[in-house]
């Protein structure tokens, strides 16, 4: 019997469609160029870790394709529309973005989760879409909890809830648990891959830890001085010493 | 010590006197400071906000300039707005001088710096990151707006109750473009000011007494709001 089509499968045979696309991209910052990618795509069921040493221009990479900044120079591509001042708030509501810290805003948990749906106007039970995905983070019993009084793992949780009750086409994470305690971190990870699995969601990863990577990643960019210096699996990155340098990971 | 119990004492019979002069000074003090504040809430805050967020060129000298003019003496300022509004001044023909206006525009100019270093105080004590996470969650420019405003609304109180406060207690701009005119422009301060000039210390004294009430009244009333629920701060 034909299994369902799954986009992880798609990704592996090729047909994927591209989600997110930059071409001829070039970040400059006080007369330096900090990045120059003159292609990058990201695919439907992918989720792309973007790895290398501190300053490589990981996040600025990040910021690019989450359209929270433009370049100097190039275009990035929303599934074949190029983003604009015009339209990136539209572009920007097709997405999510989780940082290294929560950035959580003054409030309850359940308040901080639909605050997205609220911004985007959403009708249809914004509430329970929020009080569902709280659930899924294991933060139930908590939604009227002011967040200033949560743990640093609990706030992660709701940022991460705050993503994905959007539905998003495309996750951005900008090292998401790089700020956690090692117990809670594994506690999260375990959570977020299970999730990010039964979602299939399409995701960037911005990390410095290659657990995380083997644990998430269907293909991976090493960055550095800018520049996209290599990319491939999990496996193939793990295993070139080179790379690995370059990655600022052995 | 017997003088202030007098004033004192001067003060409260002033007061239960319903002496209606001196209501008709204290009212004009709240109504001309209070819009004054208004309005330089109306110009600063938005001025604030637009200098803590946004990255421009000069961006440093103006901030520079908003810090030096938080500490502008009223005196200077009434120099200036009198020179602009006398007859033969560029705004001579508006008729303002010694006008409650005039105090009012002297007093705009006074608090709009403090209220505009405040906010961006306010605002550049959230998490720099935080703009581009409510950028991220899909804001659209007036919903950014109000959330960063929403996020720094303790500040923005303090800015009002800086604004407020320097302009209540303000006496050389009141006096320079207002010129103390009983049942026009006299306030407050002005009055302290002609009755220590003639000696009557008790009077000045009860005066005083009413301006301190009713700046700790307004101050205290923003205080409770502010205080009222506390703020993320982890």
Redesign the interface.
Known sequence: MARAANPRDQVAAGDAREIIAGSDIRVVRQGKEILVVPNIAVREGEVVAVIGPNGAGKSTLL?VL?C?DFPERGRVFFRGTEVTKRNV?EI??R???V?Q?P?????TVLENVE??LR??GVRDGPRARAVEWIRRFGLTGKEGQ???T?S?GE?QRVALA?AFV?NPEVL?LDEPFSSLDSIARQELLRDFRRIIRDTGVTAVLVTHDFLEVRLLATRVLVLSRGRIEAEGTPESISNDPLWGRLAGLH | MDLIWRGLARGVKLLLSGDPEIYEIAFLTLRVSGLATLVSLVLGVPAGLFLAVRKFRFRRALVGAVNTAMGLPPTVVGLWVAIFLWRSGPLGALGLMYTPTAIVIAQVLIATPVVTGFTMASVQQLDPKLPRQILALGASPLQFWWLVIRECRFGLLAAVMAGFGAVISEVGASMAVGGNVRHHTRVLTTAIVLEVNKGNFDVALALSFILMTLAYAVTFALTVVQQRKRRYVT
């Open positions: 910021a989450a929270l708030v920007r509501r997405m999510s973005v940082f810290e950035l959580l805003l003054d409030g605050l997205g911004l985007r002011a967040v200033h949560l640093g706030a705050r959007l951005f």
